[in-house]
């Protein structure tokens, strides 16, 4: 129905999230000839450090950092066949209430329209028919992803021709007690949880919604492996790890199934529907 390849954008606030997010989609995607371009926003520099050392702990070099984790999402690009990588560079604001938050270059305190403009010269340069980013609390209340959502939705009111379908990231609540069962088997090696670290966990009763308020659910689990591998590419990052432990198949069952909430629509397909791309091809 369009003159030109369908194409799909994601707007993602940190190297890794393009895998837990959206993995599925992005590969399964790529692989039914649909161009990829993903936008991720910041450099990661407040994510852990070689050996896992934490920010603000002594060692913890985030230029190294950002450096390290460029390259880890070059690597899982690779794996996700994306076909256009483009980064904004936004210093990581780190998690709400840090320091970070402030620091100069942090994406948290970029102005909305600034990060919206230079996001609307790319929508206006890959005209994507669909366009994938998070809720407006950022899915778990990260302010990066926050900021990505704000951004997002301010450049789709920028562009002259925004795209056809606008998805954001969700979870269903179905999923979330099995997520967390999950979790407490393969967590359960750990030491004592650093309190700060349990303080930043998001609370799971609050995340995602109910199954019947998602529109969209796309089958993905024909990529899990390459989901689980791109994941993989992140290694470094202390959360990766407690899914890598998993292994592809549990993995896949658990994260097979990528679910969204379509906030715009100009197709009139019926929902809940299992394709981003429906209506349109
Ligand atoms: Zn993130």
Redesign the pocket.
Known sequence: MVDRPLTLMAV???P??EATGTGGVLARYAAEGVRTVLVTCTDGRCGDGPGGVKPGEPGHDPEAVAAMRRQELEASCEVLKVTHLELLEYADSGMMGWASNDAPGSFWRTPVEEGAARLAELMRQYRPDVVVTYDENGFYG?P??IQAHRITMAALELVEEPASKVYWTTAPRSAMQRFGEVMREFGGDREEPDPAEAAEMPDMSEIGLPDEEISTWVDTTAFGGRKFDALAAHASQGENIFFLKMGKERFTELMGMETFVRVKDTTGTAVPENDLFAGLR
């Open positions: 993602h606030a940190h890794d999230d990260h990066d992803h």
